[in-house]
């Protein structure tokens, strides 16, 4: 009976993990979506093909990966008091995702401050080992920037919605945005810990001119790969070919010496009968 | 006719001639005794391990299917939303392995956190006397995947070094491991592998996922004097004990 009831327990755990996504079923037809809000001050509601997915999504937060079949969805966006999801939406976009992407739609701003939906396909090959990726996005109402990586321009001249990317060695950084060409610190400087094989998305959200802007970031793991090799070893001491101690050696041609002092010995008792 | 004299004097003879064509064969004996294949134990349990999901028990870094708070969540997805700023959930860093003993090899040896060489290969300390860990890598501890420590085998500069040894421990060996905390972790070593370098299951050895394990390596096998490398690595595995 107790085993019964462990088997009847593992059987609906794994219904479950299929139901919440954690087990991709179909891997090759799903895709994984996450979701950024970028539009400061505006909690949301998020319909997805007209059904509540999101409820009262807060301005700067990521949402997912979600596991979803390929596909075009209908994706509309309502001021969280609108529950309903009838009405004028703040954004109505169709995003099509297709199977094996990783993407991220982002709601934000447009350059001139019109609410809009951007989706960004995430790069997700691997990362070498030691590094880790970066991607900054501009999807602030917020003329072209740079980025700076302690103090260094990264990213040069981007504008909203692009994105620019890097794989860099792993570890803290700090990042700031000026705008493009000047030393005009527009966000930041913040720290950003980028981890070993895993890809750092930041997002430059909200309006340069009702200062909202800020940073959101989104991280995706599990890119890393391992080292080439592990070269412990030039000496050659330990290899079983060079490793023939020099006693063993020695003893060898000693014993063959003595074998042919021997072998002469005998032939010449025989001959000399 | 051949006197008592003569027979003895051919007895010793002949004696002396097997006594010294035995001595000639020693190399061969030795190499013998050292074949490869006898250089392995357990060869295959370090990749059952790997691909080994941990028990529900051990921890809660991977990722859990049957995470309860989730599953209140009825047939809606439940989407975990992060921030605000979307920001990682900080994971505490685990104390690093500073200090490694192996009674049964008597080493007793300092540990160091090592990365990536420009080259792409695992960097190793300088110093044959110090041991490198991976540092983007599990520390002991860690619930899942690999701590790997690699020493040196030995260098042309400074004859044999820390892990001169590692290719005859022993299954059953115990192996300690001290973090920068002062805590000791036990293992106890399960297989001794030894792979071509360019067959060495790294994907495997360097793996944060499967059961949490202790992996010893360095290089092994022929010497190749014109690159002045070992073809093989030997690779140790050992599990929490």
């Keep these: ?79 969280a008091a609108n529950t309903a999801g009838t009405g004028t939406p703040v954004i109505s976009a169709s995003a099509t995702v297709t199977a094996g992407a990783n993407v991220t739609l982002v709601a934000h701003l447009s350059a001139a401050g ?92 909200g309006s340069a001119s009702a200062k909202s802007l800020a940073l959101v ?38 014993g063959a010496a003595l074998a042919l002092a021997a072998g002469l010995r005998l032939a010449q008792l025989r001959t000399g009968r | 006719m051949a006197g008592p004299a003569h027979r003895g004097r051919r007895a010793g003879a002949v004696l002396v001639l097997c006594a010294g064509l035995a001595l000639a064969m020693l190399p061969l004996g030795w190499l013998a005794l050292h074949r490869p294949g006898d250089r392995q134990l357990n060869p295959g349990t370090a990749a059952a391990l790997a691909s080994s999901v941990p028990s529900q028990l051990d921890g809660t870094a991977q990722p859990s299917p049957t995470g309860t708070g989730q599953l209140k969540a009825s047939t809606a997805p439940s989407i975990p939303v992060t921030g605000p700023g979307g920001s990682r959930p900080s994971q505490p860093a685990l104390p690093v392995p500073v200090r490694l003993v192996i009674a049964s090899m008597s080493v007793d040896a300092p540990v160091v956190a090592e990365g990536v060489s420009p080259d792409g290969q695992m960097s190793i300390p300088a110093d044959i006397d110090t041991i490198g860990w991976y540092r983007w890598g599990p520390a002991p501890g860690a619930s899942t995947g690999s701590v790997v420590l690699v020493g040196h085998v030995d260098s042309a500069a400074s004859g044999p070094g820390v892990f001169f040894q590692l290719r005859t421990l022993g299954v059953g060996a115990a192996v300690s ?54 073809r093989d690595n030997i690779v140790i595995t050992a599990v929490p004990s």
Aim: net charge positive; hydrophobic share 45%.
């Design chain 1, 114 to 205: 019109k609410p809009t939906l951007t989706p960004f396909v995430n790069d997700t090959s691997t990362v070498a080992a030691g590094q880790a990726r970066l991607v900054v996005r501009h999807t602030a109402a917020a003329p072209a920037v740079d980025v700076r990586a302690d103090g260094k321009v990264a990213f040069k001249a981007l504008t909203n919605p692009k994105q620019a990317m890097a794989d860099l060695p792993a570890g803290s950084i700090s990042a700031d945005v000026v705008l493009a060409g000047t030393s005009t610190v527009a966000i930041g400087p913040a720290t950003l810990n980028l981890a070993e094989g895993s890809d750092t998305i930041v997002y430059a959200i």
């Design chain 1, 1 to 79: 009976m107790r085993r019964l009831i462990s088997m009847f327990g593992i059987v609906l755990a794994a219904c479950a993990a299929m139901l919440l996504g954690g087990v991709p079923a179909h891997a090759d037809t799903m895709a994984s979506v996450s979701v950024v809000h970028g539009i400061p001050n505006t909690p949301v509601n998020v319909f997805v093909n007209g059904k509540s997915t999101l409820a009262n999504f807060k301005p700067g937060t990521v949402a997912g990966p979600l596991q979803l079949p390929a596909g075009t969805y209908k994706v509309t966006i309502f001021p």
């Design chain 1, 217 to 254: 970031v989104q991280t995706i793991d599990g890119l890393g790969s391992a080292p080439g090799g592990m070269p412990a070893g030039s000496g050659g001491f330990a290899s079983p070919d060079n490793g023939i101690p020099t006693g063993a050696w020695l003893a060898s041609g000693i």
């Design chain 2, 177 to 230: 491991v001290t973090t920068a905390d002062r805590r000791v972790h036990r293992y106890r070593v399960i297989s001794r592998e030894e792979f071509p370098k360019t067959a060495v299951p790294l994907h495997q050895i360097f793996g944060k996922s499967g059961l949490a394990r202790l992996t010893l390596a360095t290089c092994g096998g022929p010497f190749d004097t014109a690159t002045r490398s070992y």
